[in-house]
């Protein structure tokens, strides 16, 4: 099984992570050894990022490649429109589909440079992304993925505005979602109804990151784009200078939100790692989602 919705198309949940590519030499190191540590526990499919404006696009390329030829691991390579023409867009499908990639995730990305200004179109570039999920389909035989948010895309009005846009994404070709950043379950469970309510029944995975650190905390909320949730402030914000205790208790609540969300029949949960493994690995075998060794 190559394609993302195979491999969460399975009689038991399972688990996927997301790298970045590594800036430098160090980094790369050790971007490989939480690769290495995690392909031992057969996550459903491992994706790699893509920097906004193609900043980090030539280690990303070398980076997926190295996953798809070196490893067992099935990978998602990520690819956004932000300051390309069509041509270059193309060309890096190519490039994608050449090191055997066969997982597209199809974002139209953040503004360079301002992740919150006013998105400019590349003259020859595409403004939706939609477009750009047609024009994967249209290079070849990609499953392709797309992003969600569980309380609405920062430029959408309103929600039902922003979910009729994911509809529109998913019905151009879309075979899965992945939801962005949330600390309460239940918000990621009214996105899933409201997908449902419009008739539409793609699958869709949610993203969990580990809260190791007030720092993790912190960008859990910034990426999420919502006010932190008053249960979790009164579990974590009050462990900030107890780096063990907060460790302990960020861990305990990311498993809880697993199960949670397992229970509710979700397919596969998502784990950004910050190219770190450690956390990942004790929720996933604190949720059940390795497999037995035989």
């Known amino acids: 099984m190559t394609s993302v919705v195979e491999r969460i198309t399975t009689d038991r949940p399972v688990f996927s992570v997301e790298f970045f590519p590594p800036r430098d030499n160090d980094d790369e190191r050790v971007l490989w050894k939480a690769i290495r540590e995690l392909e031992a526990l057969d996550p459903a499919f491992v994706s790699i990022t893509y920097g906004a404006g193609g900043s980090t696009r030539d280690r990303t390329i070398r980076t997926t490649g190295r996953v798809v030829q070196e490893t067992t691991l099935v990978t ?49 570039g595409l403004t939706y992304a939609e477009e750009l999920v047609r024009l994967c389909r249209e290079l070849g035989d990609f499953c392709v993925g797309v992003s969600a948010f569980p309380y609405g895309h920062p430029r959408s009005a309103d929600l039902d505005t922003d979910t009729k846009y994911l509809v529109q994404k998913l019905r151009a070709g879309a075979d899965f979602a992945i939801a962005q950043l949330f600390l309460d379950p239940d918000d990621f469970l ?105």
């Open 76 to 124: 998602m390579a990520h690819l956004t429109a932000v300051d390309h023409s069509v041509a270059e867009l193309r060309n890096v499908i190519g490039w994608y589909a050449a090191v055997g990639v066969r997982n597209i995730l199809a974002v139209r990305g953040d503004p360079k440079g301002d992740p919150n200004g006013e998105w400019v179109r590349h003259p020859e």
């Open 190 to 294: 009214r996105l899933r109804d409201r997908l449902a309510a419009a008739g539409c029944d793609t699958p869709l995975i949610p993203g969990l990151m580990p809260l190791t650190t007030p720092r993790t905390l912190a960008k859990s909320v910034e990426l999420s784009g919502a006010p932190l949730p008053a249960s979790v402030a009164a579990r974590l914000e009050h462990l900030s200078d107890d780096p063990v205790a907060f460790r302990k208790a960020g861990v305990d609540l990311v498993t809880e939100m697993g199960e949670r969300l397992l229970a509710e029949g979700v397919p596969a949960l998502h784990f950004y790692t910050f190219n770190r493994s450690k956390a990942t690995r004790e929720v996933v075998a604190r949720l059940g989602l390795v497999p037995a060794r035989t």
